[in-house]
């Protein structure tokens, strides 16, 4: 029972490795954007990972539906009273689908993800949520920096920010370079924790392969050898990609490597081979 | 071979690189490249390196022979020979049956030397009559990071032949207590005919042969009475047991299969049988399966039919037409039939009936209820079979009375005192005349 409380804690310190560039980010963006959200929907929402490790299993997994429908409920409370289906004073019961709505769904999203990330017990779910977690947050960012600097209403700006990615991810696709970056474009006020988050993230999910992963002599080694080739592979990686997108193949360049990596992995599979050879 | 997590790990990292690279943040994409390129090294390299190295392990699997008794422990052994010029470290297991009861190093994991080799042993303990296989021996390593897996199958198998246990048949019991134990209850074995022991007297009628007439008796109570000596003559009644052994017979769960307890509980009359000196033979009939032992008045077809059912699994379906016709023409009309089946096939009943014409015939019906998976967690699944099972086993029943055949009921406790209690009844009886 001590060793599985000691390992469930040492899983939860690695994943707060993992997940930091995200919690950096939260740290920075929570207090700024709290007061353009909907208190409700946030406070119904963020706590729910924690509560759920607190409930009983039988009714884990009912946790997210529960606050779902209470959430709808009042969404549908709001419709009511302001069609005047009912009457008009449970419209205090309700919530009204506006600007503020939208950004708690947004805040929703990065901080249950960042909260499950840290609880999580696989690898690649932890790797997953962090994934969410920090795009989701980026944007955040995004629309924050543009918002410190025009003054625009803050959802307008973030909106903004996400037209931009479909901008770029349809230039991108159709033409083969993006044409609008919003994190290229602004600077990142906290630039510096973001870098050392990423290097602790980066060391984390390497120590949490190695937990996670069986630790005899000759797969330490092969463990070894796939960080310091993969680090290699990854920086010529990132440099062929930023050569390649001055000359606007940055999406070629990406295709060219991801699929040769994958093409790589599935020629090599002993398994594929003893296949075609029977 | 890429594992499930492997393959959400690299989905994971190229959504990353795409919604970086989106972003247009710097940091976040060369993070991004750098671990998709280490999980994506880490498989590669594994590729490359451990997992060729296991297709040369050389796995050799071996015992004393091929055959088991049920409930006999039977030693084995893996020798392991890596025949990599570098160290290797792998997890095996032994791909086994449900009906074996594992124990020892039949799984494990092993790090060897190169040209190292290692032995182990395992114990495997059978609980059901029959041929199983063992084998082969699965050889799998994973990379670093359980992303990956390479498994091969190395190594023969083995086709186990269980017989009987020892303790289940009586065979292996001490002459006193086989004797005392088979010679409980009634044993007549005679009959009133012609032959050379005396049995009784009896008044002359007219037409008894003179020879026999009891001349120092003449007069004994009326004064010109005559009687006659009543001789008794040996009474032999072969037995054949037609045994189901299509896919019907094979329920039950593990240690507790329908055709296992049958097939101990025929074993266990065929010796009272014999002990009786009658004769016993056995048909084993399906689909699949078709073993005919004509029926001895010695241990041979007993003993053959331990071999016999060693060496094979209920399979197929069993057609009781087929089954009697062929009967028909391998054995007398004086042979009694023992039909054994658990009646799961659609064939109408009344045929039978034409089918066996004057043969003589007893039913036994198998009751699947007793062989229904025991535990306290699946008391409402028993709960719910038993009246419904039961029911259909009564309706069977009632059927093949309604034809005329002395039917019961047998399940995994009361089988042996059915069936010797028919065969006691058919000889009472004079049936099998």
Sequence with gaps: MGNANMDSITGIVINTGVMLPPIFMAIYVLPRIYSYADPFILFLFAFLPIIRRFIGRMYRSLVYPVALLIAVSSVIIWLAASTGSIPHRYLILGTPIDKPFMVSVTLVIGIVTLLEGLFAKKLYSVITLMAFSTLTFLDMIAALIVFNQTGYPFFTLYIYVELMEYEALYTLIVYGYEFSLPLATFSIPINTYLIAGFVVSMISIIVASYRNGNRSIDRSNSFAYSILYGSILGTAAFYFITVMSRLSLQFLAIAIVIVAMIYAIIRTDPERKADTET | ?433
């Design chain 2, 1 to 433: 071979m890429i594992r499930k997590a492997g393959y959400l790990i690299l989905s994971a990292s190229i959504y990353n690189i795409f919604e970086s690279i989106l972003l247009g943040y710097k940091y976040y994409i060369i993070f991004s490249i750098i671990l998709f390129f280490v999980f994506s090294s880490d498989i590669l390299i594994f590729n490359l390196t451990t997992a060729r190295k296991v297709r040369n392990v050389e796995v050799e699997i071996s015992a004393e022979n091929e055959k088991a008794r049920k409930f006999s422990p039977k030693e084995f052994t893996i020798a392991f020979l890596n025949q990599n010029n570098s160290p290797l470290s792998f997890h095996y297991y032994v791909y086994s049956s449900d009906t074996f009861r594992m124990a020892g190093d039949f799984e494990g994991f092993l790090a060897l030397k190169p040209f190292e080799r290692v032995v182990r042993k395992f114990i495997v303990t059978p609980n059901t009559i029959g041929r199983y296989r063992l084998g082969p021996v699965s050889v799998y390593t994973e990379d670093g990071m359980r992303f990956a897996i390479e498994r091969a199958e190395v190594s023969r198998t083995i086709d186990l032949k269980v017989a009987p246990a020892l303790s289940e048949i009586m065979a292996a019991r001490s002459e006193r207590i086989s004797n005392m134990l088979y010679y409980t209850g009634i044993h007549y074995n005679k009959k009133a005919g012609q032959g050379y022991d005396f049995l009784t007297l009896r008044e002359y009628v007219p037409g008894d042969e003179i020879r026999y007439v009891a001349w120092s008796m003449i007069g004994r109570t009326k004064g010109d009475d005559l009687y006659v000596k009543q001789m008794e003559e040996e009474r032999i009644m072969d037995v054949i047991f037609l045994i189901d052994y299509g896919n019907g017979m094979n329920q039950g769960h593990d240690g507790k299969r329908m055709f296992d307890s049958i097939m101990a509980d025929v074993i266990k009359t065929s010796y009272k049988i014999r002990k009786n000196q009658d004769g016993v033979g056995y048909f084993i009939s399906s689909s699949d399966i078709n073993i005919f032992i004509p029926p001895e008045r010695t241990a041979t077809p007993i003993e053959n039919l331990q071999k016999v059912i060693s060496d094979i699994r209920p399979s197929g379906s069993f057609s009781m037409r087929y089954s009697i016709d062929f009967l028909r023409r391998k054995i007398k009309k004086t042979t009694m039939i023992f039909v054994i089946s658990s009646f799961e096939y659609g064939e109408d009943p009344v045929s039978v009936r034409d089918i066996i014409g004057s043969y003589k015939a007893m039913f036994f019906v198998v009751n699947p209820y007793d062989f229904v998976v025991t535990g306290e967690e699946n008391r409402t699944l028993r709960a719910t079979l038993f009246h419904k099972q039961r029911s259909i086993v009564d309706r069977k029943r009632e059927i093949l009375r309604s034809l005329g055949f002395r039917t019961e009921i047998v399940g995994s406790r009361d089988a042996y005192r059915k069936l010797v209690s028919s065969y006691l009844y058919a000889k009472m009886n004079n049936i099998g005349e």
